[in-house]
């Protein structure tokens, strides 16, 4: 007998061939995969971005797929594409908010007029601050001019601020991206909504304090900054800042080196500025094993409410600890001793920071796709934070939560790791980073489970889904794992990059697609791993964050085909 099915099955096919009579297509490397639709490509976009591009996507080409696939968003359905971007940017579930920002500019130059006036409505709710302003600008520039609509906003981003607050955004984000708050006022020419406002307007064009300014409440913080410049003793200028609670951006950079004066800044200084700074103040001698400012940093850091209440997104912290514990910067030549405190509160930061989650109690393989593809790039821009890294660290947000669990790392081979959420999360990065890499065969997972006889409720595989060496595809091992253990397995994808590709079948209401690095993820999962009865997935999100809304509200539900997909 010719074994026709050697070549053409359903049941096992291989990865370099689209399972027969699905909608699979040909991903980067050469396999086959799922395409996402473009509303899930679109929230991965917005939580991931394309920076650094991939192993098979160089920056520039996913950065076009990506804007192309906003731009039939908002061809589509204009208003429901400015409700993903403001839910994703207003929650803080992105790393950056620049993605946000950059869709935001598409949909206020390129959509028809209600989406224009709706993204320009929009714009004080995604850009929250002076920078990220000057990056709409910019991002703006490049799909047209300064129209009435684009003045209008922009006027109305300075003029709705109360006055003290605008004071301090013009003072700490004066200039970004060859843009200033002076071209920005000059192109919108807004009538200032007070006398405050106006002072500070003319403050920012002409650069010289204005009349009645030092007698303005609203204003003290714009005299102060002019009182440094001239200003000789370090004493004088920490009680300034103290006083005036003056932020590090508005220091003059000769006093940046001295421990007293930034001792001062950390009095007020945000948890964001905190953790980008905690290499300079130990490099300046102000963190310390034992120092007064050292119990200051770690205490703020293990501050759950504050975290919180400061949007501290989780890579931003992971970001940071890898870094500072490495003790040199990731550009220049800088150094600095580590203080074990701080490496450990970070560390705490990290989980603290998906907020609390409920286990599931099922029996969960958090499997690690370590391939070559997943050690090239980064992961929301952040330099040396690979998705090789950063799926470590997202599976232990997981592991962390649930009582049974397994951690395998897979290429073209299979390594079961001893690593635990107990141990510090920069001793797991270089567990992970020691690992040689391969091709990639995302069907291992399952196969492995089967091979062993492990009984798993919950397949969550972490991958860029760029799936090409084995001969049979994830979704038909899933399946074959089912039947040879019995056992209603589930599947959930956390997508590592920005690209457009799946491993999960859309068709199958067991497998789940979510986004790497979303604070939202480590939840959902749950959920989804916890549901049960005849719509199971449908039932326990429903129970928890309430039934599927449409489009624009605030539940991120839908369905595509019977799969539930969460973004």
């Not at 669990?405 to 270089?430: C, E, G, H, M, N």
Request: charged residues 20%; positive net charge.
């Amino acid at each position: 007998m010719f074994d026709f099915t050697k070549f053409f099955s359903t049941r096992a096919t291989s990865q370099d061939q689209p399972i027969p009579g699905t909608s699979q297509v040909p991903n980067s490397a050469g396999g086959h995969a799922w395409p996402l639709d473009e509303w899930a490509r679109l929230d991965r976009f917005l939580v991931l971005g394309s920076e650094g591009g991939t192993y098979y996507i160089g920056e520039r080409q996913l950065t076009i797929e990506n804007a192309a696939n906003v731009q039939r968003c908002i061809a589509s359905d204009g208003l429901r594409t400015l409700a993903r971007i403001v839910a994703i940017s207003d929650s803080g579930r992105a790393p950056k908010n620049d993605p946000a920002i950059f869709s935001l500019a598409m949909a206020a130059k390129l959509g028809d007029e209600t989406t224009r006036r709706a993204a320009y409505a929009a714009l004080p709710k995604v850009c929250r601050t002076g920078t990220h302003l000057m990056h709409f600008a910019e991002y703006a520039q490049g799909f047209g001019g300064w129209g009435r609509g684009m003045r209008k906003a922009v006027g109305a981003w300075f003029n709705t601020k109360p006055a003290a607050d605008l004071a301090f955004q013009l003072a700490k984000y004066q200039a970004r991206d060859g843009w200033s708050n002076r071209d920005l006022l000059r192109l919108a020419h807004p009538r200032a909504a007070s006398p405050s406002h106006d002072r500070l307007f003319s403050w920012a064009v002409s650069g010289q304090l204005p009349a009645g300014a030092d007698s303005d409440p609203a204003c003290q913080l714009i005299v102060a900054m002019t009182r440094l410049k001239t200003m000789t003793d370090a004493t004088a200028v920490a009680a300034l800042i103290r006083e005036q609670r003056i932020p590090r951006e508005c220091v003059p950079t000769e006093w940046l080196t001295k421990p007293a004066i930034w001792e001062a800044l950390l009095e007020a200084m945000p948890m964001t500025a905190l953790i980008r700074n905690l290499a300079t103040m130990t490099r300046v001698g102000l963190l310390a094993p034992g120092s007064a400012a050292t119990d200051r940093v770690v205490a703020q850091l293990r501050d759950t409410q504050r975290l919180r209440k400061a949007r501290l997104h989780p890579i931003a912290i992971l970001a940071a600890l890898v870094t500072y514990q490495s003790g040199r910067g990731v550009k220049g030549s800088g150094t600095w001793m580590p203080v074990a405190r701080i490496v450990d509160a970070l560390d705490a930061a990290f989980y603290a920071s998906f907020g609390m989650i409920e286990p599931s109690g099922s029996r969960t393989l958090l499997a690690l796709d370590v391939s070559g593809s997943m050690g090239c790039g980064y992961v929301a821009g952040a330099a040396g934070l690979t998705p090789r890294i950063a799926s470590a660290a997202m599976a232990l947000v997981t592991a962390a939560t649930e009582p049974a669990y397994t951690f395998l790392a897979f290429d073209t081979s299979t390594t079961v790791l001893s690593i635990s959420p107990r141990q510090r999360l920069d001793d797991v990065v270089k567990t992970i980073e020691a690992l040689p890499m391969a091709g990639t065969d995302c069907s291992l997972p399952m196969i492995w489970a089967k091979q062993h006889g492990i009984d798993v409720d919950t397949f969550c595989v972490y991958t860029d889904n760029e799936t090409w060496a084995g001969n049979v595809h994830p979704a038909q091992a899933l399946r074959a794992y089912r039947d040879a253990r019995g056992i209603p397995a589930k599947l959930v994808v956390v997508g590592m990059t920005s690209n457009g590709f799946s491993i999960a079948d859309p068709n199958d209401a067991g497998m789940l697609d979510v986004v790497g690095f979303d604070t939202s993820t480590p939840p959902v999962i749950a959920d989804f791993a916890r549901a049960t009865g005849s719509d199971p997935i449908l039932t326990s999100l429903e129970r928890r964050r309430g039934p599927a809304t449409a489009a624009g509200e605030s539940t991120p539900l839908r369905h595509l085909g019977s799969k539930l997909s969460w973004c």
